[in-house]
Structure formats: structure tokens, C-alpha cells
């Protein structure tokens, strides 16, 4: 990769380089990491632990809310549902 950047940008051999990246071809030369393996273990799974944690406080949330005997109006659950799906589609 560092022979390829060289090239790239015409640099002498005595150039100090320093490369900073990942790759999906070359798994070798990133201690047998590629960018899709760095991608799952820090995007992936905490985006959907965090949405599975906020989807299941909010049923809780709600089993507590009818367990003490609060009503809801219809304006109260059409507010409810349109913050659900804003968070959703954040």
C-alpha cells in the first residue's frame, strides 16, 4: 500500500511516509483486519444495542405506565408513536 502511494504521488524513496487507513483486498497487511470486520464491531453492533435497549425501556416504560391505571388520551399516543418514529429514523 505505502509502494502504491508512492507512486501515486511521486515520492522519493527517502520520504518519511506514514499511512493511516484500512482496506477490504489487503487483509494481510492490516493484521488480518478489513474494514468491514472494524465497521461490525464498532458501528454495527452498538447502533443496534442501542436502538434494542431504547425500544425495549420504552415498553417497559409503557407496561409500568397502564400497570398503575394512567389512561392515554389519542393525542398523547399519536405524540408517542411520531417520537418513536423520529427516533427511529434518527
Known amino acids: ?47 443496534s444495542a442501542s436502538y434494542g435497549i431504547f425500544v425495549m425501556l420504552a415498553v417497559l416504560i409503557r407496561l409500568r405506565i397502564r400497570q398503575i391505571g394512567v389512561a392515554s388520551s389519542a393525542r398523547t399516543i399519536k405524540m408517542q408513536r411520531a417520537l418513536y418514529i423520529m427516533q427511529i429514523l434518527q
Open 1 to 47: 500500500m505505502a509502494l502504491q502511494t508512492r507512486e501515486l504521488y511521486k515520492l522519493v524513496p527517502d520520504f518519511p511516509l506514514v499511512i493511516y487507513g484500512s482496506s477490504t483486498k489487503h487483509v494481510s497487511e492490516n493484521d488480518e483486519r478489513s474494514l468491514v470486520t472494524i465497521l461490525i464491531g464498532i458501528v454495527v453492533i452498538p447502533y
